[in-house]
């Protein structure tokens, strides 16, 4: 968990014109295990400034902590590079990776973000002084005597935000990311909204945690201990002024500004959520985009990665895993285990320092040949279950020169009647399957990109006392009649899938609004282990039915109209051993992670009714619903 913090969290290297100096040591107890750390140490490392104001632009001043290379107790007299991480989270918690990387020739700076602990000025989730903090950081830093003038920036989730809003500035002195599980492409896309919907229990989670975190008084540190996260998930929606996070009008506001506003305009295009908009003018510099398969951001991680790497000349890099949120150094995601290989244990030093020595300090190493695409590609395991209870899923790293990988043929399955998923397309011409959804019961959201309290990562698909609203006698999702299931019959043989995921999905409903979602799972069979098999979630999305077409204003459904719904779950790789099934559930919610439409038509956030919908999926010749999966070329 200690890791998992620290990737949420982000580093940076800084020199300054100090108070007093204090020396840093590590704590050996808390350092990487012998073998794992390998980068030489050249220097001690002493903390020559905590909570210096660095100033910014409009006055306010960011409380930074900064470590430079050392011997003797005195900082040593030469030019280095300097990382920075500016963070939400309490820069104090970085301290022990700032010494790290002082020791091994970099200056550290670790930075309070704007309202943040001890750094002046309000904090919010959504402002583009944020990015130009970071902008006015990087250049102070590099004018500093003890910088070589060169910048360069790491960081975890919100960290990651950082980095990528300061670079759309183009600070002339910042020269190198690597954007771990955060360089998010738009927020209105995933990872706030998500096509239209809201990602409620993330928000949720988020907002509870940190305003736990930052009580400063005890009778609301005790209310926030005294009430639960997921005891309000019932409460659909909560209004405000009416729930625990009115005690702090800044959280609650956040939470209930990014619910109601709905619609994409000039509020989503804010640099800090939305790179995609400022693409054009961000700086072009050596990036490294890293994701998890099941991680919420990983739809902006493949897109940045391509994106940029069409309009810029710098090279640009995607590492995509097996892992959950920030879960770069564990071998597996929920209760699916990879294998050892999987992890990357060395992720927050040696990796970040053959990185930064190549692209800020010019040493020859790894990196030159480093391919532009590698990723793990998940299955190839036994199905067993490991020591630890969790089914080996196994998996390889692949490299590649592209996204998605050259050779790929995209191949359609479609939907039949009888619940078979197949090549073939069905010959019927008024083949349907209604089920009646009602949003008072949805559907609980077992792992997936679901981040925060709502356990992310890989899970068997049936409910579970840890997934809340799930109940007893906890049968599997496929049993609910509101959950459609088309799966093909065992395979015959190994099927690989490598890239971006897309369902076509004819259907209509019977009220104004209704929300469709679409889970690509790998369906295990029955053994020893797993009696009844082992449903694995691989990857899902969901898209409201108002924004079907158009995000920047709601377009209500005609009651009993055929729609074409265009669902796309994340990218995902995986091996479909032979003997298991490929399926696909469609439903119409996946709740806490998203909010459940009522199906009234009502501003979003504000209605007062539920009702119940009547979905009826078309699959045939005439709307033949399917999925597109990508093949992908031979193993090399």
């Known amino acids: 968990m200690r890791l998992i913090l620290l990737c949420t969290l982000a580093l940076v290297l800084t020199g300054a014109r100090l108070p007093a100096q204090v020396a840093a040591t590590a704590d050996p107890s808390r350092m990487p295990p012998p073998g794992w750390v390998s980068s030489p140490k050249l220097f001690d490392a002493i903390k020559v400034a905590t909570d210096f104001l660095m100033p910014t632009r409009d006055g306010k001043r960011m409380a930074t902590d900064i470590y430079r290379p050392a011997r003797n107790g005195a900082p040593v007299a030469e030019r280095f590079p300097v990382l920075l991480n500016r963070t939400p989270y309490n820069k104090t918690s970085l301290a022990e990776l700032a010494v790290f990387y002082a020791e091994r020739g970099y200056v550290v700076a670790l930075q309070d973000a704007r309202g943040r602990y001890k750094s002046e000025g309000v904090f919010s989730k959504v402002q583009p002084i944020d990015a130009t903090d970071g902008y006015d950081a990087i250049e102070w830093l590099a004018k500093q005597s003890y910088s070589s003038g ?25 020269k190198s990311l690597v954007l771990n599980m955060g360089g998010m492409s738009n927020g209105w896309d995933h990872g706030v909204r998500y096509r239209g919907t809201y990602e409620m229990g993330r928000q949720l989670t988020w907002a509870w945690t940190q305003l736990l975190a930052d009580a400063r008084t005890d009778d609301v540190k005790a209310l926030m201990t005294k009430e639960k996260a997921e005891n309000w998930y019932s409460v659909q929606p909560m209004r405000r002024g009416l729930n625990p996070l009115s005690v702090d009008s800044q959280y609650e506001g956040w939470y ?18 939305a790179w995609d908009e400022h693409y054009p003018q961000t700086a072009d510099i050596p990036m490294m985009q890293v994701g998890g398969w099941y991680d919420i951001f990983l739809a902006g991680t493949f ?23 920030g879960g770069n150094n564990l071998p597996y995601a929920g209760d699916v285990a990879f294998g050892d290989s999987a992890a990357i244990q060395d992720f927050l030093t040696d990796f970040h320092m053959r990185w930064f020595d190549y692209h800020l300090k010019g040493v020859k190493n790894a990196v030159e040949s480093l391919a532009p695409v590698r990723l793990f590609v998940m299955g190839t395991g036994d199905g067993r279950k490991d020591k630890n209870g969790r089914l080996m899923h196994g ?14 043929k995209l191949v359609s399955y479609y939907f039949h009647g009888d619940g078979t998923l197949s090549p073939t397309k069905p010959a019927g011409v008024s083949a349907t399957t209604t089920y ?36 007893a006698p ?66 899902d999305a969901i898209v409201r039915g108002r924004y079907r077409a158009t995000r920047d204003h709601a377009v209500m459904l005609t009651p009993r109209k055929v729609y074409e719904f265009t669902i796309e779950p994340f990218p ?27 199906n009234t038509g009502e501003p979003l956030g504000r209605n007062r009714r539920m009702i119940t919908t009547d979905i009826t999926i078309q699959h045939n010749a005439t709307y033949p619903s399917h999925i597109v999966l990508p093949l992908a070329p031979a193993r090399p």
């Open 150 to 174: 060169k910048v360069g920036m790491w960081g975890t989730s919100f960290a990651a935000h950082m980095e990528a809003g300061a670079a759309q500035y183009n600070p002339p002195s910042l």
């Open 256 to 273: 209930f500004d990014f619910f109601e506003h709905a619609d994409y305009d000039a509020y989503w295009k804010d640099p800090m959520l």
């Open 303 to 325: 897109k940045n990665f391509t994106e940029l790497r069409r309009l810029k000349k710098s090279p640009q890099y995607v590492m995509v895993g097996p892992w959950k949120h």
């Open 395 to 408: 998996g390889y790293w692949r490299s590649a020169d592209q996204w998605p990988l050259a050779g790929t």
């Open 436 to 471: 009646t959804f009602d949003p008072r019961y949805p559907v609980p959201t077992i792992g997936g990109g679901a981040s925060a309290r709502l356990k992310d990562g890989a899970f068997n698909q049936r409910e579970d006392p840890r997934f809340p609203p799930s109940q």
């Open 474 to 539: 906890w049968l599997p999702l496929r049993s609910r009649a509101d959950v459609v299931v088309f799966q093909t019959e065992p395979l015959k043989e190994d099927m690989t899938i490598i890239g971006p995921i897309t369902v076509k999905l004819f259907a209509s409903a019977t009220t104004v609004d209704a929300d469709f979602t679409a889970k690509l799972v790998d369906v295990y069979p029955s053994s020893i282990d797993w009696p009844g098999g082992f449903d694995m979630n691989l990857t």
């Open 572 to 598: 995902t790789a995986n091996v479909f051993k032979k003997g298991h099934r490929i399926r696909v559930d469609v439903s119409s919610s996946n709740f806490p992670r998203f909010d459940v439409n009522p």
